[in-house]
């Protein structure tokens, strides 16, 4: 898993090893020098009073001298004198120190002994000895004395070489050689002192590697977080880090909806969608500036575009919208090998999101105009405008309709519907509403013209299930009725919760199901099978809105429903409009015949209710009798 | 953690160089002791290929010096013989005016068969010709190694 990481990021590699690298040249480096510097310390630290006493040494020799005569001639002539200074020479030799010895050179310039303390390899008097290192001449010039270190000598470390002056001359040489075993307790203490070094900073390195690793996990791991895994553009989660630190004056704001999604996703079953999903993000990311325009999955079919705003030139950015436009509008979304499918998009465009306060204002904004451009029919690119904005100003975007149900401010306003002979009243109809931020009650006019057709029509469903499945359990002595779309009615998970609802004794006779009438129920077999399994676990039928659509008798009874709700808009003009009058009379009769009961809706004045009443309506509801408030 | 791994195996060749003296046995002195023998062997016979004989040669002494000399196994054989140990070097070489070194000082002092003497002082390479010796066997060594010769 990490190498193929390494292997795809090879940035992250090079730079690892680049690091590693530097960090063992530092390592060796460093080693190398303290090593040098602290051996140094230690020799001059352990030498520098051997030195005091060889030079405490020379000035006793010069004491047993005669400074008048040549010291050598004195010593050579004189093996007393000789023998003195050889005692005195042998009292330096200590376990560190192999050899004392006094020398001087000879008209040859060749070095000779005088007298040698040491106890192994003595040397005679004036015997000749090789010097291995011209480095010893320089005290004859320097006039002070010398350490040389003796790299390549096996038993030496060092030489000390101290002048004995005769009259500001150098005439003899005390020299002292130091043997290896100093120095080899010297590097013993180095090793170990170099062992905890390069185990300490091993420890640090792997720490650092660890840290390393970790680090380019935690990266991967938060680009993971931050991408779509199926359109490979960046996800919500992205927008909310980033959003923060987005630079709107840097950017244009785009939405970009897929039309007739929910239309594919249904015909075609959702891995077409995802196929459908994916070439529309590709095609978007073809189309956008690398490194420069951001591509956003927002959710569902949803995602937003922030393209880079050149300062001195607008038109370039609406040209990428554009092009994106057009690229999905010609391409063709391939679903099988010899199927393709045309697919549009709606973008709404704000073009100077800096002008609002937050992303979240400007967001808003390009969504009022994503809402224009599907309103006017879809397909097409719709580019925010002040003036316009008022007009829309008090219908509801999506993203704060699904905030509201994130945030369970969707409630329930209930109004009666009463017995025309009793006016007593026998059920509530729930109806829609969302409570806004500021405490204001929206009602659905505002609210379902944006979700039309998109998931989120269903969770307003569900929702509204909840709570009046809920209000059902608080007050056992009321009924509601519950609006439903047709596609709810094929919706398993809708299905799924009515099932289980009417497992709880007396909910099912007392939830009643509005359904618009049309097409779509009767045409699908779910439809009709599922609105029989409904009745069965017993649940009343509302055809809701009768007379305003697709009005078909043969439909009613193959749903075999228990109720009609005549349409408003006819019921509203049943005094005046003989047709209207007609109309409802002959469905009044039809349901006579079927069994139906008929509720009247838009009751709204003594005056209809009395002639609902008398055409036979069994229940009216409206105005004259109750405005839909809470419970 | 492979790149882990593979740190910690670098780090540890670090001081491998600590031990590689366990495989080697050390020739570096007898190599630089065989160099300075080739200089003074062929400085005493200039014009001759140099045969030589060690009596009682050890095995390492042996692999050195046949990098640098045709090696005799005996004395009649060789025109340069070094003494190294304390051996009686009547009982292999009959011919005393033959160039005889010695590693020993003081036998280069007592015995007139060694015409000079290699040997270590005080741990560095000393080398010793009397003067007298080298004109009985008629060698002239080059001028630079008068400082090496002796007048006794």
């Given at each position: 898993?990490k190498?193929k990481?390494l292997?795809k990021?090879p940035?992250?590699l090079i730079?690892?090893?680049?690091?590693?690298?530097g960090?063992?040249?530092?390592?060796?480096y460093?080693?190398?020098?303290?090593e040098q510097?602290?051996?140094?310390?230690?020799?001059?630290i352990?030498t520098?009073?051997?030195?005091?006493i060889v030079?405490?040494?020379v000035?006793?020799?010069?004491?047993?001298?005669?400074?008048?005569?040549?010291?050598?001639?004195?010593i050579?002539s004189?093996?007393i004198?000789?023998k003195?200074?050889?005692?005195?020479l042998?009292?330096?030799?200590?376990?560190?120190?192999a050899?004392?010895?006094l020398?001087?050179?000879d008209e040859?310039?060749?070095f000779r002994?005088l007298?040698?303390?040491?106890?192994k390899d003595?040397a005679?008097?004036?015997q000749?000895?090789d010097?291995?290192?011209?480095?010893?001449?320089?005290?004859?010039?320097?006039?002070?004395?010398?350490?040389?270190?003796n790299?390549?000598?096996q038993?030496?470390s060092?030489?000390?070489?101290?002048p004995?002056?005769?009259k500001g001359?150098v005439?003899?040489l005390l020299?002292?050689?130091?043997?290896?075993k100093?120095?080899?307790k010297?590097?013993?203490i180095?090793?170990?002192?170099?062992?905890?070094?390069?185990?300490i900073?091993i420890?640090?390195?792997?720490?650092l590697?660890?840290?390393?690793?970790?680090?380019?996990r935690y990266?991967?791991?938060?680009?993971?977080?931050?991408v779509?895994?199926?359109?490979g553009v960046y996800n919500?989660?992205?927008?909310?880090?980033?959003q923060?630190?987005?630079?709107l004056?840097?950017y244009?704001?785009a939405?970009?909806?897929?039309?007739?999604?929910?239309a594919?996703?249904d015909?075609?079953?959702?891995d077409v969608?995802?196929?459908?999903?994916?070439?529309?993000?590709?095609?978007i990311?073809?189309s956008?500036?690398?490194h420069?325009?951001?591509?956003?999955?927002y959710?569902?079919?949803?995602?937003v575009?922030?393209?880079k705003?050149?300062p001195?030139?607008?038109?370039?950015?609406?040209?990428i919208v554009?092009y994106i436009?057009?690229?999905?509008?010609?391409?063709?979304f391939?679903?099988?090998k010899?199927?393709?499918?045309?697919?549009?998009?709606s973008?709404?465009?704000n073009?100077?999101?800096h002008?609002s306060r937050?992303?979240s204002?400007?967001?808003?904004l390009?969504?009022?105009?994503?809402?224009?451009?599907?309103?006017?029919g879809?397909n097409?690119?719709?580019?925010?405008d002040e003036?316009?904005?008022n007009?829309?100003s008090?219908?509801?975007?999506i993203n704060e309709?699904?905030?509201?149900?994130?945030?369970n401010?969707?409630?329930c306003?209930?109004?009666k519907?009463?017995s025309n002979?009793?006016l007593?009243?026998?059920?509530?109809?729930a109806?829609l509403?969302?409570?806004d931020k500021q405490g204001?009650i929206i009602?659905p006019?505002?609210i379902?013209?944006?979700?039309e057709?998109t998931?989120l029509?269903?969770?307003?469903?569900?929702a509204v299930?909840?709570i009046?499945?809920?209000?059902?359990l608080?007050?056992?002595?009321i009924s509601?009725?519950?609006?439903l779309n047709?596609?709810?009615?094929?919706?398993?998970s809708?299905?799924e919760?009515?099932?289980e609802?009417?497992?709880?004794?007396g909910?099912a006779?007392?939830?009643?199901?509005?359904?618009v009438?049309?097409?779509?129920?009767?045409r699908?077999?779910?439809?009709?099978e599922?609105?029989?399994t409904?009745?069965k676990?017993?649940y009343?039928?509302?055809i809701?809105?009768?007379g305003?659509?697709?009005?078909?008798f043969?439909?009613?009874?193959?749903i075999?429903?228990?109720?009609i709700k005549i349409?408003g808009?006819i019921?509203?003009k049943?005094?005046?409009?003989?047709?209207?009058y007609?109309?409802?009379k002959?469905?009044v009769g039809?349901a006579?015949?079927?069994?139906?009961?008929v509720?009247?809706e838009?009751?709204?004045?003594?005056?209809?209710?009395q002639?609902?009443k008398?055409?036979?309506?069994e229940y009216?509801?409206?105005?004259?009798?109750s405005?839909?408030s809470?419970? | 953690?492979?790149?882990f791994?593979?740190t910690?195996?670098?780090f540890?060749?670090l001081p491998?160089q600590?031990?590689?003296?366990?495989l080697?046995?050390?020739t570096?002195?007898?190599?630089?002791?065989?160099?300075?023998?080739?200089?003074?062997?062929?400085?005493?016979?200039p014009?001759e290929?140099i045969?030589?004989?060690?009596?009682?040669?050890?095995?390492l002494?042996?692999?050195?010096?046949?990098?640098?000399?045709?090696?005799s196994s005996n004395c009649?054989?060789?025109?340069?013989?070094?003494?190294?140990?304390?051996?009686d070097?009547?009982s292999y070489?009959k011919?005393?005016k033959?160039?005889i070194?010695?590693s020993?000082?003081?036998?280069?002092?007592s015995?007139e068969?060694?015409y000079?003497?290699f040997?270590?002082q005080?741990s560095r390479p000393?080398i010793t010709?009397?003067?007298q010796?080298?004109?009985?066997r008629?060698?002239?060594l080059?001028?630079?190694f008068?400082?090496f010769v002796?007048?006794?």
């Amino acid at each position: 898993m990490k190498e193929k990481f390494l292997i795809k990021q090879p940035l992250y590699l090079i730079f690892s090893v680049v690091f590693i690298s530097g960090v063992l040249m530092l390592l060796l480096y460093g080693t190398i020098k303290i090593e040098q510097s602290i051996e140094k310390k230690m020799i001059e630290i352990s030498t520098n009073d051997v030195f005091t006493i060889v030079n405490n040494s020379v000035i006793q020799i010069e004491e047993l001298l005669d400074k008048e005569q040549d010291y050598s001639s004195q010593i050579l002539s004189n093996e007393i004198l000789q023998k003195a200074i050889e005692k005195k020479l042998e009292l330096l030799i200590t376990e560190n120190i192999a050899y004392t010895y006094l020398l001087y050179k000879d008209e040859r310039g060749v070095f000779r002994f005088l007298a040698d303390g040491s106890k192994k390899d003595k040397a005679f008097v004036n015997q000749k000895f090789d010097i291995d290192n011209l480095q010893w001449l320089d005290v004859y010039k320097t006039k002070e004395s010398l350490q040389i270190e003796n790299s390549y000598l096996q038993e030496l470390s060092i030489t000390h070489i101290a002048p004995v002056f005769r009259k500001g001359k150098v005439e003899m040489l005390l020299t002292v050689d130091f043997s290896i075993k100093k120095v080899r307790k010297i590097n013993q203490i180095l090793t170990m002192m170099k062992n905890g070094i390069i185990t300490i900073v091993i420890i640090i390195i792997l720490f650092l590697a660890i840290l390393l690793f970790q680090t380019l996990r935690y990266l991967k791991m938060r680009k993971n977080a931050y991408v779509d895994k199926l359109t490979g553009v960046y996800n919500r989660n992205y927008l909310q880090d980033a959003q923060d630190f987005i630079h709107l004056q840097d950017y244009i704001l785009a939405t970009l909806d897929i039309d007739h999604f929910k239309a594919v996703n249904d015909t075609y079953g959702h891995d077409v969608g995802d196929k459908i999903l994916t070439q529309v993000a590709e095609c978007i990311r073809g189309s956008m500036r690398k490194h420069q325009d951001i591509a956003i999955r927002y959710g569902g079919e949803e995602f937003v575009l922030l393209i880079k705003r050149d300062p001195k030139e607008t038109l370039e950015e609406i040209n990428i919208v554009e092009y994106i436009f057009k690229a999905i509008q010609t391409k063709d979304f391939w679903i099988q090998k010899k199927e393709s499918l045309a697919i549009t998009v709606s973008i709404g465009v704000n073009l100077a999101p800096h002008q609002s306060r937050t992303f979240s204002e400007a967001f808003k904004l390009a969504d009022i105009a994503l809402f224009n451009a599907k309103s006017r029919g879809r397909n097409n690119i719709e580019i925010y405008d002040e003036n316009n904005h008022n007009n829309n100003s008090t219908m509801m975007s999506i993203n704060e309709i699904k905030e509201a149900i994130e945030e369970n401010r969707l409630l329930c306003y209930y109004q009666k519907i009463v017995s025309n002979e009793t006016l007593e009243s026998s059920h509530y109809e729930a109806l829609l509403r969302i409570r806004d931020k500021q405490g204001n009650i929206i009602t659905p006019d505002r609210i379902l013209p944006a979700i039309e057709g998109t998931f989120l029509l269903r969770n307003i469903t569900k929702a509204v299930l909840e709570i009046c499945y809920e209000k059902l359990l608080v007050d056992p002595d009321i009924s509601i009725n519950v609006n439903l779309n047709p596609t709810d009615i094929i919706n398993p998970s809708i299905i799924e919760i009515l099932t289980e609802y009417a497992q709880q004794e007396g909910i099912a006779k007392r939830l009643g199901l509005e359904i618009v009438e049309t097409q779509d129920v009767v045409r699908t077999a779910d439809g009709k099978e599922n609105l029989l399994t409904l009745k069965k676990l017993g649940y009343k039928i509302y055809i809701d809105d009768f007379g305003s659509g697709y009005s078909n008798f043969i439909y009613l009874a193959q749903i075999q429903t228990d109720f009609i709700k005549i349409d408003g808009a006819i019921i509203k003009k049943i005094l005046d409009d003989k047709i209207s009058y007609l109309l409802v009379k002959s469905v009044v009769g039809f349901a006579k015949e079927a069994g139906i009961q008929v509720i009247a809706e838009f009751v709204s004045s003594e005056e209809i209710y009395q002639k609902v009443k008398e055409l036979g309506i069994e229940y009216s509801q409206g105005y004259h009798f109750s405005i839909p408030s809470e419970l | 953690m492979r790149l882990f791994w593979l740190t910690l195996i670098l780090f540890s060749f670090l001081p491998a160089q600590n031990y590689t003296f366990m495989l080697d046995t050390y020739t570096k002195e007898t190599e630089l002791e065989a160099t300075i023998i080739k200089r003074v062997a062929s400085a005493s016979l200039p014009q001759e290929e140099i045969r030589l004989f060690i009596p009682e040669i050890s095995e390492l002494e042996q692999k050195v010096y046949q990098k640098f000399f045709i090696l005799s196994s005996n004395c009649e054989d060789a025109n340069f013989v070094f003494v190294k140990k304390s051996v009686d070097i009547s009982s292999y070489c009959k011919d005393t005016k033959k160039l005889i070194l010695t590693s020993n000082y003081r036998k280069l002092l007592s015995d007139e068969k060694y015409y000079g003497a290699f040997f270590w002082q005080k741990s560095r390479p000393n080398i010793t010709f009397i003067s007298q010796r080298l004109q009985e066997r008629g060698v002239k060594l080059p001028s630079e190694f008068d400082k090496f010769v002796e007048d006794f």
